[in-house]
């Protein structure tokens, strides 16, 4: 166990170091660099491997060996740290004001399908120039009007789904997600181009999935030069990609356009109508290519992520009955509580992200130990939520820890945190409170297979359930 783990949190977080100075006989004290942060001497292919066969596994067992702070090889990165302490967490997130690129972090492998506009993306100014303009779309109160359309959106397609045999929650979860994206944030109206972007959208998201794998896995030097040369060869991955992105752009480019000129614009509460009215400190809107980025950053920061996060939901309430029959009877009595404590802990149990890392631009002390320039910095909610320190009886599903008011705030962590916390992420919880009342009114969940937990599986950005939540359903 390392040295500093016992040490005060609020030094630790400060990255004070037991290895600043030696004494020597005649020798004025020296400064002496704080090391590397402990990790395994395996082949960084190897640890990716075992890393994406098993995030879970490899993040507990190399917590369990290192302690709070530890390396990780990752193919294409010169090094990746996790921290696993609410203090270090929050000096991590600090570093987005100065040091820290969570922008760069995900520019390889994002930008592709979100572009060169998005928030995931940028960093600095620009980054921030966008966050205000689309801040103006995401207030809490604001958000709350979406709720009763979101509601009947999950409603219309909880009555399709099939009773008295198996199949799995997360696809049908996808579907009510899009559905949302495509009316509550695109506000479309029009009934063809729904059809077509419905159609569009999971297609180019699935092949985005692709392409990811292959710019992680590329040295982005390399990747940047074979990128373009690889979306002329017909039948690659990157062709394919590429086809769909210019169909869906069509699209989007024409349904902006649409709408400046639209004589009720200003009465349209969908949020690509708010955020063409947005306006930057100095009067400028927002340009069709920054608007056709913001929608396909809203797609891809909300609709698998929720879609996942809802699945969850399921997976954990139809292996519990108790906390079940608790919701069941608290949404009857019109108490909304407990609903919120489940969708803090399906969160908590299961975060939908692995880690929310940063590329620094210069080192880092840690609790003892320097993080270098150019390597990555991430917080693990995999670990953190685990934390017995943070969460008594971590692997317990127990959504009454979040209904007192002592519930850890810093050490959870499902949407990350300091300025860069997401942006959608009361969107996001406004959604999971809308749909899981749907469907617990109208059907009634059991475990389809296994009863043991589904483990999570990386899906793209995600960590999915393995079976996708499979459930046999039963009108309520």
Known sequence: MPQTRNDDRVARAAGESPHRTVDSPGVARRAEPPPLPPGSRLPSALQTALWLRDPVGVLVRYG?????????GVVGVPGFVYVVDPALANRVFVTDRDIGRAGEAREGFLEPLVGSHSLLTLDGEEWMRQRKLLGSAFHGKRIERYRDEIAAIAADHVRRWPVGEPFALRPRMQAITLEVILRVVFGLR?????????ELLPRLTGAGESVNALAFLVPPPIWTRIEALLARVPGTPM????????ATDELLYAEISRRRTDPDLADRIDILSVLLGARDENGHGMTDAELRDALMTLLVA?????????????????????????????????????LDAVVKETLR???IVPDMPRVLTEPLDLDGYRVPAGWWVSPSPLLLHRSADEFPEPKEFRPERFLTEDAPSQAWIPFGGGRRQCLGSHFALLEMRAVIPEVLGRLRLRVADDPAPEAPRVRNVTLAPVHDARVIAKPA
Do not use: C, M, N, Q
């Open 64 to 72: 369990r060996r290192y302690g709070d702070i530890f390396r990780i």
């Open 190 to 198: 029009d009934v063809e181009r729904v059809e077509r972007l419905r």
């Open 239 to 246: 062709a394919r990609f590429a086809a769909l992105r210019k």
């Open 302 to 338: 909300g609709h698998e992520t929720t879609a996942t996060a809802l699945s969850w939901a399921f997976e954990r309430l139809v292996r519990h009955p108790r906390v079940t029959e608790r919701l069941r009877g608290s949404l009857a009595e019109g108490d909304e509580g407990y």
């Open 349 to 351: 149990t299961r975060p």
